[in-house]
């Protein structure tokens, strides 16, 4: 009879202590809103801001990043310094930054050009690096040096003639996305009214297939993809091509987590995107230019464009739905004690079930049940 109550307690306990779990609630879907994006564009004002673009510009930004900083772990003096050179990049160029400082050394960053109205327009990448084999270097060049020389570029262009916009701009520096977009969840836990949310990660990489965009479109907000579609065919000269996921890939899932429409656009389809991230051999040489200035035609178009909205009223909403090993991984990476916490006692209902069946106390109950 012992087995047969530790069991019980062990479920109990078990299912008190899942739903505890802060992301457990995405085994329900996300009520995302749906916004009506800009069918009118402004292409004599992108394309103005489009010609600035200074390929000569982000190789040097490029080189000078990768060599000053080899790798750039979350927790680490180097990930922490390299926090610091990007805000100094960014307060160079005249912008606004905030400072976010979280449980680990590397501070995540937020550079602002405000609008007339509350509503935000994002474009995130992250500050790490990682490599999946400890004590090896993680340059990470292309993930995601690449996606923040491209917000850079793009934010320099803006600040050279701050356009008068309705939504208020954000550029998203995010530490600790590596192990588990852990500052994008911090940060975005606290925010309101973003209307739309892109984000740029790898964006450098070009020798897997001829030049395209990856476009995510199993974790996207739909109409913002559809929108973003058409950006790139109206400003970008090279085509998309579609791709999935398959699980939570980078910080736009948090975005979504959130309930902010996002979208991830990235270097390629996932097929054909660069097979050196995650190792010391994400280095220079693998990054192509041209193909960053391509991601910064899009980021100079999305962000213009849909901070000139005119109207941000929500009209619906898509659910997204979220796979029970995202809550997994979101779980095991963000919420780490509770998560030891509900193994440690699903490994005891375990052990109990196996006395019980061992023991034949099924039988009993099944006995018990039949009286």
Excluded at 87 to 94: M, V
Excluded at 146 to 158: D, H, K, N, Y
Aim: proline share 5%.
């Amino acid at each position: 009879m012992a087995p047969i109550i530790g069991l019980a307690i062990s479920l109990v306990l078990l299912v008190l202590q899942t739903a505890s779990l802060r992301y457990i609630g995405l085994l329900w879907p996300v009520e995302v809103p749906v916004f009506e994006y800009p069918s009118e564009l402004h292409q004599d004002t992108v394309n103005g801001l489009i010609e600035r673009i200074n390929e000569t510009r982000i190789t040097a930004q490029l080189r000078h990043l990768a060599g000053a900083f080899p790798h750039r772990e979350f927790n680490s003096d180097t990930g922490e310094s390299f926090a610091v050179e990007i805000e100094s990049l960014l307060r160079d160029t005249g912008v606004s930054v905030d400072i976010h400082h979280h449980g680990w050394r590397q501070p995540s960053l937020i550079a602002k050009i405000p609008g007339t109205q509350h509503s935000k327009v994002v474009v995130g990448c992250h500050l790490d690096s990682v490599n999946l084999v400890p004590f090896l270097s993680s340059p990470g060049v292309d993930d995601d040096l690449s996606g923040i020389v491209t917000l850079l570029e793009a934010i320099r262009i803006l600040q050279q003639k701050p356009p008068e916009i309705r939504q208020s701009l954000e550029f998203h520096f995010y530490a600790a996305e590596e192990p588990g977009l852990r500052g994008s969840l911090d940060i975005l836990a606290n925010y309101t009214d973003i209307v739309a949310f892109l984000q740029q990660d790898m964006t450098g990489f070009s020798a897997g297939a001829p030049p395209h965009f990856g476009v995510v479109e199993d974790y996207a907000a739909e109409s913002l993809t559809k929108y973003v579609k058409r950006l790139i065919g109206t400003y970008c000269t090279i085509p998309y091509r579609s791709t999935r996921c398959g699980q939570i890939c980078s910080d736009h899932s948090a975005a979504l987590i959130n309930g902010f429409p996002a979208v991830y656009i990235l270097e390629s389809e996932l097929a054909a995107s660069n097979p050196y991230i995650h190792t010391e051999h994400d280095t220079l040489e693998h990054i192509d230019v041209g193909h960053v200035a391509q991601h910064v035609r899009l980021v100079l178009a999305f962000a213009l464009e849909t901070a000139l909205m005119e109207t941000v009223e929500p009209h619906g909403a898509q659910a997204v739905r979220f796979k029970w090993t995202d809550i997994v991984v979101l779980s095991a990476t963000s919420d780490t004690l509770r998560f030891v916490m509900a193994c440690i006692i699903l490994s005891c209902a375990v052990a109990n079930l196996v006395l019980v069946l061992r023991s034949g106390g099924h039988r009993n109950l099944f006995k018990l049940h039949e009286n």
